[in-house]
C-alpha cells in the first residue's frame, strides 16, 4: 500500500522540462478572431482574422531550439464601396516562411517559460473594390512572444502566448511601402507540440 501511494504521489512529479541537444518538436498553433457592426440593416457586416502557424524546432542544447516556420493568414473586412454606398468585402491571404528561435526557463518540474523570436517574409494577396482584381505585395515580419508551456508527458507540451510583439514592412512596389509596430498585451494564443527523440 506505501509503495502505491508513493508511485501516486510522485509519478506527477516527473521532470518532463528536460531537453537534450538533437530533440525535435513539431507544433502549430492558430486564432480566430470575428466581430460584427451594428448598422441596423438586415445584413450586418464582420470582420474575419484567421490565422495559423506550423513550425519545427531542433534543440541546439538543453534550452535552445531553432528551426523553419510558415505562417498563413486570411481576411475578410467589410468596406463602403463610395460609388455604391454599399458594404463590401475586401479579402486577403498571406502566406509566409521563416526561421524562428526560442529560449526555455524551467519554471518547475511540467512548466516552462519561453521566449521566441521570429523573421519571416512572404506574399500577400488582396482582392480591389471592384472585386475582379488582385494585388499582390511581399511583406516581412519580426516578431517576438513570451509562452508559458505546460508538458503532462514526455511527448506532448501545450503553449499558451501571451502577447505579441511585431515589426512589418509591406512592399507593393519600388514607390509603396508600409511599416507598422504592433504591440498585442492582451491577445492569447494556444497551440501544441509533440516532440520526438525524448
Keep these: 500500500m506505501k509503495k502505491l501511494f508513493f508511485i501516486l504521489f510522485f509519478l ?10 538533437g530533440t525535435k518538436y513539431l507544433g502549430g498553433s492558430f486564432s ?16 474575419l482574422f484567421f490565422s495559423s502557424q506550423a513550425h519545427l524546432g531542433v534543440f541546439l542544447n538543453e534550452s535552445i531550439a ?3 516556420t510558415i505562417n498563413f493568414n486570411r481576411t475578410k473586412i467589410p468596406t463602403i464601396n463610395p460609388a455604391t454606398n454599399l ?6 491571404n498571406s502566406l509566409a516562411g521563416g526561421i524562428f ?12 517559460f519561453s521566449l521566441e523570436g521570429s523573421a519571416i517574409v512572404g506574399q500577400i494577396n488582396r482582392d480591389s473594390m471592384s472585386q475582379h482584381t488582385e494585388s ?15 508538458l503532462p508527458n514526455e511527448k506532448w507540451g501545450f503553449d499558451a502566448n501571451i502577447g505579441t510583439f511585431r515589426y512589418g514592412a509591406n512592399y507593393r512596389n519600388p514607390f509603396s511601402e508600409e511599416r507598422n509596430f ?10 501544441a507540440k509533440y516532440f520526438f527523440g525524448r
Design 136 to 150: 499582390k505585395s511581399t511583406i516581412y515580419n519580426f516578431s517576438i512572444f513570451p509562452a508559458f508551456m505546460f
Design 101 to 112: 528561435v526560442r529560449k526555455f526557463f524551467p519554471i518547475s518540474e511540467v512548466f516552462l
Design 87 to 92: 458594404f463590401e468585402d475586401r479579402r486577403s
Design 182 to 191: 504592433e504591440a498585442r498585451l492582451g491577445q492569447i494564443n494556444l497551440g
Design 12 to 21: 506527477p512529479l516527473l521532470s518532463f522540462g528536460q531537453f537534450s541537444k
Design 66 to 68: 531553432i528551426g523553419p
Design 32 to 47: 480566430l478572431e470575428s466581430y460584427k457592426y451594428d448598422t441596423g440593416a438586415r445584413m450586418t457586416p464582420y470582420n
